[in-house]
């Protein structure tokens, strides 16, 4: 004789989940020692000129199709792509550190950055690699919103890139002893 399996009882109180998070000043502290390279998202300011901001939340997601993801806090950056649907992204070079500065609201002299046009988007002249991306998602996390895009147009030069660990720039000299 055959008996059919019975379905467990379903459980009458389940746990509320528990909530976790680590000291934010440690979080902080730790978090910065993940070296990271150095970006600018760029985006038409819709007045004929090019706003941006200094990231390094810039990850590539998929090769087929290429699809990136950018995180961003709100502010007139984000208000922009939003509006937009399209952001660029350079990755900085070793010698952009001004570039760098300046997309985080640094301006210490008259010094103003040269752009690419592109087809869609403007990019950072000069710099590693350029995307021109069209947004395809947005995921809010928290105090953030990720951007996904599907990478539209692409370039690279050759170079070594601006890094960032324990919260200062560093300048790596690949394929140097």
Known sequence: MTRAAEAPPAPEDVPA????A????????SVALFATGIAVVTMQ???GGVHGATINSFTSISLDPPTVMISLKPGYAHELISKSGWYGVSVLSKTQQEHSRYFCGTRDSDWHPQF???????TLFGSLAR???KVIDTIT???????????????????SPLMFFASTYHQPALGES
Do not use: K, Y
């Not at 989940?17 to 976790?20: D, G, H, K, R």
């Not at 690419?116 to 403007?122: H, I, K, L, Q, T």
């Not at 996390?141 to 170079?159: I, K, M, Y």
């Open 116 to 122: 690419v046009a592109g087809e869609n988007v403007p």
């Open 141 to 159: 996390v928290n105090d953030h919103t990720l951007f996904l895009a599907r990478v539209a147009r692409c370039e690279s030069e050759d170079g």
């Open 17 to 20: 989940p528990v909530e976790v």
């Open 45 to 47: 300011d819709g007045e």
């Open 22 to 29: 680590a000291d934010s000043t440690q979080f902080r502290n």
């Open 131 to 133: 995307f021109e991306c």
